[in-house]
């Protein structure tokens, strides 16, 4: 599914945000990158969508090659990708509805299947009852979840997710972790960038470490392995 072969990111500044990182993660699994801030996970994020691209080494998901991508290419590249971000990135003047909605709309799906699609997607994430408030209406938990419906409603192979409850309180954190969860049970592939040391060790999911830029620690069934 994913293939990161001998990959660096060296910004303009000199920072090395990655260094010869080798990874494989496969169809359906649930992986979980800790390690401490500015150790390189959101770089590792944002290559997987191609909102950055290595200045060595390759990376593959699902044998396309993101770095040699044509930028025409990328947009086709991100249907089968869901993003989630910690600060949500909704845009405040469409409602609920008109959010999710439009990952559909920008790709040309008629208008009878984004209805349908963008309903039974709410419904999913328990938003059905939201779908004509505005983003500044809801709690954090409800943009959060907002989010996810976005980042789904393609049903996606790939779901990326950066601190996706870093400003969430613990019950509703736990919330969102149910929902990805399920998204996974579902065959979905979930990556998720996390300091959220409770979730990652009661989860037991894959945990792969990155410190200094590079894989520290890649466990099956991992823990958080950092004091928070």
């Known amino acids: 599914m ?29 992986v979980f990158l800790v390690g401490p801030s500015g ?23 699902n044998s396309k090659n993101l770095v040699r991508m044509k930028e025409r290419e990328v947009p086709y590249l991100r249907r089968n990708i869901g993003v989630i971000f910690q600060d949500f990135k909704l845009l405040p ?14 790709i040309g799906v008629v208008k009878r299947e984004v209805r349908s699609r963008t309903r039974a997607t709410l419904e999913l994430v328990g938003l059905a009852s939201k779908e004509t408030s505005y983003p500044h209406e809801l709690s954090g938990g409800e943009q959060q979840r907002v989010c996810v419906a976005r980042a789904i409603i393609n049903n996606p192979a ?8 870093g400003n969430l309180d613990p019950d509703t954190a736990w ?12 065959g979905t592939t979930i990556v998720m960038a ?35």
Not at 158 to 165: I, K, N, R, S
């Open 2 to 30: 994913i293939q990161l072969t001998n990959v660096s990111k060296i910004y303009p500044n000199g920072a090395r945000a990655l260094v010869d990182v080798n990874l494989k993660i496969g169809k359906g699994d649930f």
């Open 39 to 61: 150790a390189g996970k959101s770089t590792l994020i944002r290559l997987l969508y191609r909102e950055e691209s290595p200045t060595r080494g390759q990376v593959q998901i």
């Open 194 to 228: 996390t300091h959220a040391k409770s979730i990652v060790n009661k989860m037991q999911k894959r945990v792969i470490a990155i410190e200094n830029g590079k894989v520290a620690r890649d466990e099956e069934k991992g823990g958080y392995g950092y004091d928070t």
């Open 175 to 186: 919330d969102i972790m149910d929902l990805l969860y399920n998204i996974n049970k579902r």
């Open 158 to 165: 790939l779901l990326v997710a950066d601190e996706p409850t």
């Open 93 to 106: 003047n469409k409602t609920v509805f008109e959010n999710v909605a439009f990952a559909l709309e920008v």
